[in-house]
């Protein structure tokens, strides 16, 4: 989208970003929608499969739901900040304008932080 950003070394697989979101270096986001204003840092990897190869699950506040699709990223909000070499799950989903610090493992739903 307009004013979005996918720089150096950042790989880009079947996925939406939104008006100025980024994915500026070493990324790989695969099967996942990065909402208006995201910004990934460096080294952040948005996985897309389980290593068992089972379907993808998400989180709807209340119970896990089967997708029945073996390749999902992760849904993230406008606004959300990732922090260098931070993985996201597959199937994670993170409301608008959250933060996470370097490092960081996400999975499942996160809506408040």
């Known amino acids: 989208s307009s004013g979005s950003i996918i720089g150096h070394s950042s790989e880009i697989k079947n996925s939406l970003l939104l008006a100025k979101s980024s994915a500026p270096h070493f ?8 909402g208006y204003g995201a910004n ?3 080294g952040v990897k948005i996985a897309n499969l389980r290593n ?4 993808i699950l ?10 029945n699709i073996h390749k999902l990223g992760s849904l993230i909000g406008d606004g959300v900040r990732i922090g260098c070499n931070s993985v996201c799950n597959p199937g994670a989903i993170i409301y608008s304008d959250m933060a996470f610090p ?11 932080g």
């Open 27 to 34: 990324n790989y986001v695969g099967d996942s929608i990065l």
């Open 40 to 42: 990934i840092g460096a």
């Open 52 to 55: 068992d190869y089972k379907s």
């Open 58 to 67: 998400v989180n709807n506040d209340s119970e896990y739901i089967d997708t």
């Open 102 to 112: 370097p490092n960081s493992t996400i999975s499942g739903l996160n809506k408040e």
